[in-house]
């Protein structure tokens, strides 16, 4: 979900991909279009209770057309009520030529990003005009919008609509002219503004006794009402001869413009934005996929096993003997019994039990823990069945560090146990 902040805020790359995805609207003729809509819109968008679900649209239309060209691209707004200036109060963020171009009076054209777009037509055509200001000044409004703002009456807070009219006004030129207005960056910066403050009032009372975010529900002027469509989002109810492309096939309402997070965007002000970069540029390089078996232990893994493959969640004996490593392998149950040592084969388990010597084949465990039941219930040699000793060695062969010398020790050790045991029977 994209976050649209304060122009102010930007970094240097937002804001050079905002002036170039901008631009190449601009170039392609998609930016008139949207002054065609504007300019044959008029009573259907402005000066009802419309306004602000029309333009909530409108902008977000003209943003999705700036994530065609580049998907990293949102919106920014422009706070008017405040100057704008960076720390030490001596430059504009906004009047500069990187971005809006600077203040005063400059003919050619040649300051600002979106400099070079001369009149076409009139007594200036073929010259750039430039109402003169200095970084001091801007529209104010602060108050007015402040007593629109704390008022839960969505009558009163549309009142907006009159500030708002203050920052056309102070900008001059195109964005002052309401069939061109939409040709230039001021617009959409300003009218961004004005959505944010619908989607803050809405914040702000939610939840009050008898609020609503919208209306009139219904009887109001055509288009305007709360589940009236609005034009030209409304099928072939186009009233006006404008372009094309202006018909759309979906019926959008002002019901449909009240959640703007359902739109797909948020506000840094009203909802918080996360910088949400893509993951891999979050994590750290050592932890990157290919990073993450440990060295050593990548070092061990067959060649065929490639890094990026997940080891099985749980890993049996059965995946160890088949994709283990050779120093694991020779560790392994089968290994011990089948292909150890020749010292372990001829006393392993299995000789202990079925060719071992007589005496041990006639007292062994079996016996010692079946038969001498009498020696275990007087309280004799008892050994409880979960500190008995693992006569097999298996449990060690998983251990790192042992050895089949400790195994073989190990061994004698239990014989060393049952010759004990039969000498107290």
Known sequence: MGCRKNLTTLTASERSAFVNAFLTLMDDGTAQGYADIHAG??????????????????VRRFELDLQNIDPNVSLPYWDWTQANLNSSGTQSLIWRDDFLGGPGDNSSGSAGSFGGFPVTTGPFAGRFTRKPFDIFTFPGTGGDIAADMASPDFNV????????????????GDVQAFTETCRTPDFWLIHCNV???????????????????????????TGHSLNDSMWPWNGTQVPFGVQPWVNSPEIVTPADMIDHLALGYRYDTVDGCIDIKPLKER???????????????KERLPKELSPKERLPKELGPKELKERGPKEFKERLPKELKEGGPKEFKEGGPKEIKEGGPKEFKEGGPKEIFENDTKSFTEGGVFIDPGLRPDLTGAD???EPGVSTGDVSRLRNDLLARRADLLRRR
């Open 41 to 58: 819109a008029g009573a259907h968008g402005h000066g009802g209770p419309a306004f602000v679900a029309w333009h909530r649209e409108f």
């Open 157 to 172: 807070f549309r009142g907006i609509e009159g500030p708002h009219g203050s920052a056309h006004v102070f900008c001059g």
């Open 195 to 221: 959505d944010r403050l619908w989607a803050q009032w809405i914040k702000d009372h939610e939840g009050a006794p008898g609020f609503e975010p919208y209306k009139p529900v219904s009887g109001g002027p």
């Open 283 to 297: 994590i750290p390089k050592e932890f990157l996929p290919k990073e993450r078996i440990p060295k050593e232990l």
């Open 396 to 398: 060690l062969a998983f």
